[in-house]
C-alpha cells in the first residue's frame, strides 16, 4: 500500500478509536474513580511528552512545570466557564465541545507559552543548576499569587481584584461558582495524546531535534558549527510551556474529575512527578515518556488499592499500625529506587519502542557504508602477509601456464 494512503488509512483508524472511546468509556471502564485516573494517566502523558522536550531532548534542566500546568488550567477553567453558559449552561455536551475544547487548549497553549517565553528568555542563557532554581522559583511565585490573592474593594485595582476572583486557597469554580464545566472526555484526551506523541516523535527525528541533542551532547562544540544554542534552546522552551499548558487546560475540564481548579493541585510534588515520569522512562525518549506517565500515575492508585486486599487486611488486623495508604510515597519512593538501580538510564534509555526505517526520499534503502583500508589493512588480511599486488600475481599464473 501507498505510503500516503496508508497514513490516510491509519489517521482515519485512529479517529474511529477515540470515537469509539467517546461513546463507549463508561462500558468499558465502569467505575468512575478509574475513569477518572485513565483520563488523568493520558494528561500527565501530555505533561511528560512536553518535559521531554526541554529535559529530554535538549538538556536542560527545568523543575518549574506545575506552573505551566497550573497557568493553563487556570486558562482553560476560565474560557470554558465563560463559553458553557453562552451555549444555553446544563449538562456539557459532546457537541458543544467542538466549540468549547478547542478554545480551551488553543488559550491554554498560547498562555503558558507567552509566559513560557518571558520564562525562558532570560533564564535559558543560564547554565546548570540556575535554570532549575529559577524555573521553581517562577512555579512557587505563580502558585503563591493565586493562593494568596485577596481583595478588599475597588480601591486594590484591577489586577489584584482579578487575581482575587480566582478564589485562592479555595480555587475557581467558574464565574457563578458551581464548578468548571467538563468537556474534556476521552475523544479529547486520547486525541490529544495522539496528536501530542506524532509531533514529539516527528520533532526527535527531525534537523531540530538532532540540533537539541547536539547541544545536549556539547553545547560549545554545536556552537562553533554555527549553531545558535539560545535561539534553540529558548524555542523549545516555549514549546515544552505551550504543550505543559494544553494538558493544564485539559485537566481543568477533565469529566469526572475535580470541577474546582486550585492552586495546590500545582505545587513541587506536580513538577516532581513529571520530572519522574520523563527520567523513568528514559530521557530523549518519546516512547519512554509515555511510558512513564501511565506508570508514575497508576503507580500510586496501585498502592492504594493494596489497602483492599485480604491479605493487607489480615496483616492490618494483626499489626494496627499498618496503613500503605499513609505510607504510600515510602512505597512509590521505594519502588522509583529500586528502578533506579536496575534501570539508571530510564526503562528504555533514549530508545524507542517502535524503531524508526531509514529510507532515502525514493523509498530505498542506504547503501551500507564502506569503511575505508590501508594498504597494510588489506596486506594484514592476505594469507602470508602477501601485498594486493602479489596476490594479483598469484591469481594471473595459472593463465599463463594455461596460455603455455
Do not use: C
Not at 494568596?148 to 489584584?160: P, Q, V, W
Request: hydrophobic residues 50%; proline residues 5%.
Amino acid at each position: 500500500m501507498h505510503s500516503a494512503v496508508q497514513r490516510v488509512v491509519t489517521a482515519l483508524l485512529l479517529v474511529a478509536a477515540v470515537v469509539g472511546l467517546e461513546f463507549s468509556f463508561e462500558y468499558i471502564i465502569p467505575d468512575a474513580a478509574w475513569r477518572q485516573l485513565a483520563l488523568l494517566a493520558m494528561v500527565n502523558v501530555i505533561a511528560a511528552l512536553s518535559l521531554n522536550i526541554i529535559n529530554g531532548m535538549a538538556g536542560q534542566f527545568s523543575i518549574g512545570h506545575a506552573g505551566f500546568l497550573g497557568i493553563g488550567a487556570y486558562t482553560g477553567a476560565i474560557v470554558a466557564g465563560n463559553l458553557h453558559p453562552m451555549l444555553g449552561g446544563g449538562d456539557p455536551l459532546f457537541e458543544w465541545s467542538f466549540v468549547v475544547m478547542p478554545a480551551v487548549m488553543l488559550s491554554a497553549g498560547v498562555v503558558a507559552g507567552a509566559f513560557g517565553l518571558l520564562v525562558g528568555l532570560p533564564s535559558l542563557r543560564l547554565r546548570g543548576d540556575y535554570l532549575a532554581i529559577v524555573t521553581l522559583g517562577f512555579a512557587e511565585i505563580f502558585r503563591l499569587v493565586i493562593g494568596t490573592a485577596e481583595t478588599g474593594g475597588a480601591a486594590e485595582g484591577t489586577i489584584n481584584q482579578a487575581l482575587a476572583s480566582l478564589g485562592g486557597q479555595q480555587g475557581y469554580a467558574g464565574p457563578d461558582g458551581t464548578g468548571v464545566p467538563q468537556y474534556a472526555g476521552p475523544f479529547w484526551i486520547f486525541g490529544a495524546v495522539i496528536v501530542a506523541t506524532v509531533l514529539a516523535w516527528r520533532l526527535k527525528f527531525s534537523g531540530w531535534g538532532r540540533t537539541l541533542r547536539a547541544l545536549r551532547a556539547d553545547e560549545i562544540a554545536s556552537a562553533a558549527v554555527g549553531v545558535d544554542p539560545t535561539r534553540y534552546k529558548v524555542t523549545s522552551f516555549v514549546f515544552s510551556a505551550a504543550g505543559a499548558g494544553i494538558a493544564g487546560g485539559l485537566m481543568a475540564s477533565i469529566r469526572d474529575g475535580n470541577p474546582t481548579v486550585q492552586p495546590e493541585q500545582f505545587n513541587f510534588a506536580t513538577s516532581f512527578d513529571a520530572i519522574t515520569m520523563v527520567i523513568l522512562g528514559g530521557s530523549g525518549s518519546v516512547s519512554g515518556a509515555v511510558l512513564g506517565g501511565v506508570l508514575v500515575t497508576f503507580t500510586v492508585k496501585m498502592i492504594e488499592q493494596l489497602q483492599g486486599l485480604d491479605s493487607v487486611q489480615a496483616l492490618k488486623s494483626v499489626y494496627p499500625s499498618l496503613d500503605l495508604n499513609a505510607l504510600r510515597m515510602v512505597v512509590y519512593a521505594s519502588v522509583l529506587l529500586g528502578l533506579m538501580i536496575l534501570r539508571p538510564e530510564g526503562l528504555l534509555g533514549e530508545r524507542e519502542i517502535f524503531r524508526r526505517k531509514a529510507t532515502m526520499k525514493n523509498g530505498a534503502a542506504p547503501p551500507e557504508p564502506v569503511p575505508v583500508r590501508t594498504k597494510a589493512e588489506v596486506a594484514s588480511d592476505e594469507p602470508d602477509g602477501a601485498s594486493p599486488e602479489t596476490a594479483i600475481e598469484h591469481e594471473e599464473q595459472p593463465l599463463e601456464k594455461d596460455r603455455s
